[in-house]
């Protein structure tokens, strides 16, 4: 994946819209989108603040493949005890490696 891309899953998993994101970094929304359309390369400075903002290492940004599966606990508010988990598939391959792990687990259990 190019960094265009990878800011780009990594904004739709943020669920902000690209006009948040630029307006973060102080620019234009329009410069914003052509970084995320690998249209113009990203300057330098900004790189830093961009991992800032997905609450990633600066490195992930040039991954060329994020982790498609992202898995949060969630927290009750009456006793702050993790019971439920979210889990974001983004791709069908996602989906399908999940199911893959799931079900070698059980096979392991069993």
């Not at 300057?43 to 994020?66: M, Q, T």
Request: net charge negative; glycine share 2%.
């Amino acid at each position: 994946m190019s960094v265009g891309n990878n800011i780009k899953v990594l904004r739709n998993r943020s669920k902000k819209s690209q006009q948040e994101i630029a307006d973060m970094l102080d620019v234009d929304r329009k410069t914003y989108a052509k970084w995320e359309s690998d249209e113009c390369e990203i300057k330098s400075s900004y790189i830093p603040k961009l991992a800032e903002i997905f609450d990633v290492e600066i490195g992930d940004l040039f991954d060329k493949e994020l982790p498609k599966i992202n898995i949060s606990p969630v927290f009750n508010e009456n006793n702050n005890s993790v019971n439920t988990a979210i889990i974001i598939l983004t791709d069908k391959e996602a989906v399908e490696k999940l199911v893959e792990m799931l079900g070698s687990t059980i096979k392991k259990q069993n």
